[in-house]
Each structure stands twice: as structure tokens, then as C-alpha cells.
């Protein structure tokens, strides 16, 4: 059974052709779209904990073409287990990170 999304349960875009060509490195500031509370924020990928809330920023409040532009594939993959995400964004990744984790042997 399929239930409409509450206010709180967004369209989550889970575009089938993400890969690994997001180039975002560095330095970034997300778009007002994704992050639209509270001041703008620089976050340095290189810090684990920023690259996290990024990642978890544009999961939720993301665009298909926000998700491709921010998160590599790979990453998501590696990272998954760390994110703060709500339920039924988890459940819309799902079936993606079926197809992409590699099994435990």
C-alpha cells in the first residue's frame, strides 16, 4: 500500500543516473533551494562531518539535478550508514543502494 507523502514527507529525487561525476570539491556554500533556513554556510568537504551534513541537506530538500551536482555515488555508498535522514528518505534511497552496495562476504 502506498501512502501520499505528509508535509514533512517530501518528493524525495532519487535520480537513476547518479554516478560518481559530481565535482564539487573544496570549499561550497549550498544553494538558498536546499539549505533555506538560517544563514548560508561554507562547508569543507575535506571535513568529514560537513561533507556528511551536506550530503544529508541535499538528499532531503534536493533536486534531481541537486543530487547529481553534490553527491557522488561512491560516497553516498560509503557514507550511508553515517547519515541523519529521516525515514522516508531512507526508504526512497532504498532500492538505489540495492543496486549499488557491494555484499558483505
Same mark, same amino acid.
Given at each position: ?5 505528509? !508535509?514533512?514527507?517530501? *518528493?524525495?529525487?532519487?535520480?537513476? =543516473? +547518479? =554516478? ?5 570539491? @573544496?570549499?561550497? &556554500? +549550498? ?8 544563514? *548560508?554556510?561554507?562547508?569543507?568537504? !575535506?571535513?568529514?562531518?560537513?561533507? &556528511? ?5 541535499? +538528499?532531503?530538500? @534536493? ?17 550511508? =550508514?553515517?547519515?541523519? +535522514? *529521516? !525515514? ?12 549499488? &552496495?557491494? *555484499?558483505?562476504?
Amino acid at each position: 500500500m502506498t501512502t501520499a507523502p505528509t !508535509a514533512r514527507e517530501r *518528493p524525495v529525487a532519487v535520480p537513476d =543516473d +547518479l =554516478d560518481d561525476s559530481a565535482r564539487i570539491e @573544496g570549499i561550497v &556554500r +549550498l544553494p538558498q533551494s536546499i539549505r533555506w533556513s538560517g544563514e *548560508p554556510i561554507d562547508y569543507d568537504l !575535506a571535513n568529514p562531518r560537513h561533507l &556528511r551534513s551536506v550530503y544529508e541537506q541535499v +538528499l532531503r530538500e @534536493g533536486t534531481e539535478d541537486d543530487v547529481r551536482r553534490f553527491v557522488r555515488a561512491s560516497t553516498l555508498v560509503e557514507i550511508w =550508514d553515517e547519515l541523519y +535522514l *529521516p !525515514a522516508y528518505v531512507r526508504a526512497a534511497w532504498e532500492p538505489w543502494l540495492q543496486t549499488h &552496495r557491494v *555484499p558483505h562476504s
